[in-house]
């Protein structure tokens, strides 16, 4: 049997292992880094170099940009941030924001703009950002009121965008605003670059788990009409483009958490005794440790296989990288919830690794697409797909 994609069933073609491979190296030497920077709410200044020194970080721009393959290919990414969110999810959101706030640049970019800044997103001498939500608006994406106006050859760009995962550290952010054509709301991206005049940071909110996040306040900025990526009024084919790449990504990244949270578990039930017994056996633990084992390798088959198919066409297959998405996310709720139940009073214990999984976990049920959100538009195609 060939060794590509489109065999693969249960187990990774050679490409993809050694990539993971990679990745897992990656994440050995950030051990000694990972506690500070995930504590950390401004970008890690060795965890970046150790992931330039890598390379990985070149799989986030097609190979013509100095990217590592072809394509964008969803299943190195989602194979990759498995690796990576198992050690540090600072470390993880670095290397996945390069490709999400760059993407929109691969697809709608002129080649001035591409050329300037792909190569630099490759080697991490730029830090990428997408900014999409507002102060007030979150999920209801057309509700945005950040503006976009022509003005002689140049763009003007007014607004206010919150919670931007590398704000303040990022070296541009791919915005989507709202502009007026033919009378009409439409929706448009722009590169801004962070340097750009009238572009300012806020950090007004540090979450429960720190993050690299920001408000980026735009004012007057004025750019040149290169800086327009796609066409005018077609900003959500960049947006549903970038998901369709990137959300399956997510899945594999609450694998790892899940897993690295049920390897703790699993040593300290191993190694503690109550009753004369290790914990392993007592109660309830036993089947805690199980479901878990069997709910991650459940989520694996299902991200896998999804991540797989949104490498062939991510847009056709955007269905199977959002049921992913919700199924390895609620499962690393679940799974890091029981971690924390089966290591008593010692799941607790600030600092500790099973206490930062435990608030690591929690956003990504609320990014890149809110469970409700996706299962909401999952029962809508099911319906329209199956109903009579
Ligand atoms: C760590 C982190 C990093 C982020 N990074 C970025 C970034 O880089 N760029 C960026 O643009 N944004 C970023 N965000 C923002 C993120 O995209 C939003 O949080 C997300 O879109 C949800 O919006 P909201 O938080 O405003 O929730 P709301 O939209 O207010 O939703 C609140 C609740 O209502 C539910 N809900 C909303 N609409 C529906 C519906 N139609 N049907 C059923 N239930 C619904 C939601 O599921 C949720 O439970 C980040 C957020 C976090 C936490």
Known sequence: MSDTVDDMMFELPDQYREIAGQARALAEQAVPYSDRADESDSVDPDMRRLLADSGLARLAVPERFGGLLPEVDSLAITVVREALAAESAHLDSLFCMQGIGSFAIVKGGSSAVQEAWLPRVASLDAIAGLSLTEPDVGSDLKAITTTLTRDGDMLRINGRKSFI?????????????????????????????????????????????????????????????????????????????????????????????????????????????????????????????????????????????????????????????????????????????????????FGLVRGSRIERFYREARPMRIYEGSTEVILDSLAKQLVQRMAP
């Open 165 to 345: 995962t590398n704000g303040g550290d990022a070296d541009f952010y791919s915005t989507l605003a709202v502009e007026e054509i033919d009378g009409q709301r439409a929706y448009s991206m722009v590169l801004v670059p962070a340097d750009a005049s009238g572009v300012s940071i806020e950090r007004p909110h540090q979450i429960i788990a720190p993050h690299v996040l920001g408000d980026v306040i735009m004012e007057d900025v004025v750019l040149p009409a290169d800086h327009r990526l796609g066409e005018p009024g077609k900003g959500f084919a960049l947006v549903l483009a970038t998901l369709s790449t990137f959300r399956v990504s997510v899945a594999g990244a609450a694998l790892g958490l899940a897993e690295a949270a049920l390897v703790e578990a699993v040593r300290h039930a191993a190694g503690r005794e109550q009753f004369g017994v290790t914990l392993d056996r007592l109660g309830g633990i036993p089947a805690a440790l199980a479901m878990s084992w069997t709910e991650i390798e459940m989520a694996r088959a299902l991200t896998y296989r999804a991540a797989a198919a949104a490498a062939r066409d991510p847009r056709a297959n955007l269905h199977l990288s959002s049921m992913a998405k919700v199924a390895s996310t609620e499962m690393a709720g679940r799974v890091v919830d029981r971690c924390v139940q089966v290591m008593g009073r």
